[in-house]
């Protein structure tokens, strides 16, 4: 068991470094052939902070761990909100009162009820609901582009950002051919290792996809958060968090239902799902009333995802 939870961290690792690694290589490689900044920022930035969900629950459903798989796109949503917008309100008040960002929680509310609605009715993630995430997808991203046209050159700097003033071509190729071998290897350490160590301890997939998964491919999200709340800036990544929900459900979503069908337990219907609901109804609330993030709901967000991961430790037992 030892060495199993070993190799899975040790995936967890690669998985991450070789995220980033693939993002700051295409935006690299994308500033040397002079490819706007904006069209980066609205392409290898948004995609790319995906990759690692993207990646792990496509290996997932491909060896047959559907349950890491949902448990990974569920657990990484309500981690986003409790844990990543929880913790830095600890720091400093994340304000929700940023022009443009009530759209955002909208289209949060839609994707989560389009993605709730879809596996509630058909117990899982198959071909027909992952072509209709995919519609949901290219309606999110031309809001996106209609975002960049007001704001291009907020996400223009978010994306000069990631690579230095004069990449070179060299160490470049280098960080996107370490990306693209790295997430694969990665994932399939991480979840080979994440269903034996299931198996060993005879839990659910999900425990595993909500907990480790999740919190592991959460952990970027939430040094970005934690980083910009130092500085007084966290209500500007609010935005990101919430988008990065959307994509999970719906790009990452869909990914899954086109390698295959990923059927979701009763456990997970029953528990999860509200759970992940009750976080989304929680975070568009406050974005929608413009009530700013403070100390007092920032705290009870971490207590109530601590307690939820003690729930799962004991509750997945079966």
């Known amino acids: ?68 798989a949902m448990g990974n796109i569920i657990g990484s949503n309500i981690a986003n909100i409790l844990l990543v917008l929880g913790v830095p309100a600890l720091i ?54 209609a975002e960049a046209r007001a704001g291009g050159a907020e996400i223009a700097n978010e994306a000069a950002e990631l690579t230095p003033d004069c990449p070179r071509i060299t160490p470049t190729l280098l960080l996107l051919i370490a990306g693209l071998i790295g997430l694969p290897v990665g994932a399939t350490l991480l979840v080979d290792n994440g269903s034996a160590l299931a198996r060993m301890l005879n839990i659910r997939d999900e425990v595993i996809g909500l907990t480790v998964v999740a919190f592991g491919t959460s952990l970027p999200e939430l040094s970005t958060v934690l980083a910009a709340a130092m500085k007084k800036q966290a209500g500007v990544v609010a935005g990101s968090i919430i988008g990065s929900n959307i994509f999970n459900m719906l790009f990452v979503g869909a990914a899954a239902g086109f390698v295959g069908f990923s059927q979701v337990t009763d456990t997970a219907l029953m528990i999860d799902l509200p759970m992940m609901i009750a976080a989304t109804a929680a975070v568009a609330a406050l974005v929608l009333t413009r009530t700013n993030l403070g100390r007092l709901i920032g705290g009870s967000f971490a207590v109530i995802y601590v307690a939820y991961i003690i729930f799962l430790g004991t509750a997945g037992l079966v």
């Open 1 to 68: 068991m030892l060495v199993t939870t070993l190799f899975l961290l040790v995936g967890l690792g690669v998985l991450l470094a070789a995220g980033d690694a693939l993002v700051r290589g295409a935006a690299g490689l994308a500033r040397i052939a002079n490819i706007p900044p904006l069209i980066v920022g609205l392409t290898v930035v948004a995609f790319g902070t995906s990759a690692p969900e993207l990646v792990v629950t496509v290996q997932a459903v491909g060896d047959g761990a559907a349950g890491i």
């Open 92 to 145: 400093t008040p994340i304000a929700f009162d940023i022009p443009r960002l009530p759209r955002h929680g909208i289209a949060l509310m839609l994707a989560t009820s389009l993605f709730c609605g879809m596996v509630y009715t058909k117990g899982g993630v198959g071909l027909f609901e992952a072509s209709i995430f995919a519609g949901g997808m290219m309606v999110y991203f031309a809001l996106m582009i």
